[in-house]
């Protein structure tokens, strides 16, 4: 069976979708953090939501992975990096694989 999954940047309309994956993907009281923390970084002033991905099957969300951006200081110089926060996939047969 193959599944053709679409990796997008998220929507304000995938929000919803996005919370039921990490609630899957996580305990019931680790998913309230996670869901938490996820819309407390989409709040910060140097988010970007073209580093919010989903995976998306069937007009339905799998998965979705976070990379959020950092200023660092490193020997007096500013740096950017991006750090990878919460993600997870929903699992379904042949998802991981293909997803991988």
């Known amino acids: 069976m193959t599944i053709d999954i679409r990796i997008r940047a998220e929507e304000k309309t995938d929000y919803f979708q996005i919370a039921e994956v990490h609630a899957q993907a996580f305990d019931q009281t680790r998913s ?5 923390l996820v819309d407390t970084l989409r709040h ?8 919010s991905l989903v995976a ?3 007009g339905r969300i799998l998965g979705h992975v976070l990379f959020t951006e950092h200023r660092l200081r490193v020997e007096g110089k500013e740096l950017r990096a991006v750090a990878l926060a919460p993600s997870c996939l929903r699992f379904k047969p042949g998802v991981s694989a293909s997803v991988s």
């Open 32 to 36: 309230i953090g996670i869901a938490v």
């Open 44 to 51: 910060r002033k140097h988010y970007d939501a073209d580093l």
């Open 56 to 58: 998306e099957a069937d």
